[in-house]
C-alpha cells in the first residue's frame, strides 16, 4: 500500500469530516469578517488611516482566525481514538500529519484567502497592492498552519491547552505576520516586494520539510 | 509487502519496567506470546494492564525494558510490526460522522488489506445493513463491533483488545469470541485484557495477573 495512497484517502477523509460539520469552517470565517468590519467602526471612518492600516489589520485578523481553528486539527482525533490508530498505522507518521495540516488548511486558509480581497477592498487597500496581498497570504497562511500543528500536537494531551497553545505558537507566527503585512505595504507605495515574498515562501518550504517531523515526534509524546 | 511465516509470530516484552505518577506499576515483567497463544491480562483495577498493552503496541515507552517483535525491538521495525499488529482501545477510534464502511476504509488503506474485504467484515460482525449510516446513530454496541471489524479488514496477526466487550450483549459476546477463536486456530496471536470471563476454544490460553505481588 503506497504511502501516497494512504495521504489522498486521510486527506479525503478529513475534507469528508469537514463537510459533515460546517459550523467549523464557517466560525473562523465569520471571525475574520467580523474582525475587518467592526475595525472601521472602532477606529472611526477615515478612508486615509484605514488604508494605512488595512494591510496590518487584514494579516492580524487572519493570524487570530488561523489560531482560532488549530486546536481542530488533532483534538477530535485525539478524543475518539483515530490519533491513536493513526500512530499505529504501517505509514510514516509525518506524512500522515502533513496530509491532516492540508486539509485543515484547505478547510481553514483557503476560505480566508478567497474573502480576503474583498475584505481589503473594505478597508480601502489600494488595487495594486490585492495581488500581493492573496499571494503573501497564500504564501503565510499554510505556514500558519504548519507551525500550529506542532504547538498542537505538543498540547493535545492537556486538558486547557488554549492559552499555553497561544504561548507556544504565536512568537513563532511573529515573523510571518511581520513579513506578510510588509510585503503588502510595499505593495501599496509601489516598492518592489520580491524581498518579503522570496523571505515567505523560505519560512514555507521550512515549515513543509521540518514541521510535519516535528508534529509527529511531539504527537508520540503527546500519546505515551 | 512482507508475507510473515508464522514461525515467526513472536512478540515478547523482556524484563519491562513501568511507573506512573511516581508509583510503580510493574516491574521485570516478561511477556511471551507466539503464533496461536492468546495471553489474558488479569488484575484489579488500576493494576497496570491498559498501560502494559500500550507498552506491548508501542504506544507507550517502558521505562526499563524492551519488547521485541520476532527478535527485533519494536522501535527499530515499527512499520513492519504495525503492519502486524491491530489495537483495539478502550476509544473505539472511529469517526462519529462518518459512516462504519468509510470508517474502515481509511483503516484498510493506512494499515494494508487483509483476507476480508471491507464489506464482508461488516458482514461477519452483524453490521451488514448498517455500513451507510453514521456511527454517531448506532447503539453503544454497534459501534463497538463496527471498532471490532477493524480486526478483520487488515493482516494483522497480532491482536491487541483492551477491553474487547464492553458495551456488547451476550450474542456480540459470543460473536467475538468465535472471531478470537478463528483467528487462534489460523495461527494468530491474541493479547486481551477483560473483566468478563472469556471463553476460548482454541489456541493455548496463558493468563496473566498483574495484581498478585
Known sequence: M??????????????????????????????????????????????????RMSAGVVWVAALLAALLTLDSI??????????????????????????????????????LLLVAPLLAMLLGMKSEAMGTLMLSLLLGTPVLSLIGAIGVALTVGLRRAGVILSLLVLPLYVPVLIFGAAAVDAAASGLPVAGQLYILAAFLAMALSLAPVAAASALRISLS | MTDLPNSTLHLQADSVECSRDDRLLFENLSVDVSGGEALILEGRNGTGKTTLLRILCGLRRPDEGEVRWSGVSIEECAVDFHRHMVYVGHLDGIKRELTALENLRVLQTLSGRGRYSVEEAL????????????????????????????????????????????SLDVYGIELVESLMDNHLSTAGALVMTSHHQVHLSAGVVKRLNLSAD
Open chain 2, 123 to 166: 458482514e461477519a460482525v452483524k453490521l451488514g445493513g448498517f455500513e451507510d449510516i453514521p456511527v454517531h446513530f448506532l447503539s453503544a454496541g454497534q459501534k463497538r463491533r463496527a471498532a471490532l471489524a477493524r480486526l478483520l479488514v487488515t493482516d494483522a496477526r497480532l491482536w491487541v483488545l483492551d477491553e474487547p466487550f464492553t
Open chain 1, 74 to 111: 488533532f483534538r477530535s482525533d485525539f478524543e475518539d481514538g483515530t490519533l491513536e490508530q493513526l500512530l499505529l498505522s504501517a505509514q510514516p507518521l509525518s506524512v500522515m500529519v502533513l496530509a491532516k495540516v492540508v486539509a485543515h488548511w484547505l478547510v481553514t486558509g483557503l476560505p
Open chain 1, 2 to 51: 503506497s504511502v501516497w495512497q494512504a495521504f489522498i484517502e486521510l486527506l479525503k477523509r478529513d475534507l469528508r469530516l469537514a463537510m459533515r460539520r460546517r459550523a467549523e469552517i464557517a466560525n473562523p470565517l465569520l471571525f475574520f469578517v467580523m474582525v475587518i468590519v467592526l475595525f472601521p467602526l472602532g477606529v472611526g471612518a477615515e478612508p486615509n488611516l484605514l488604508e
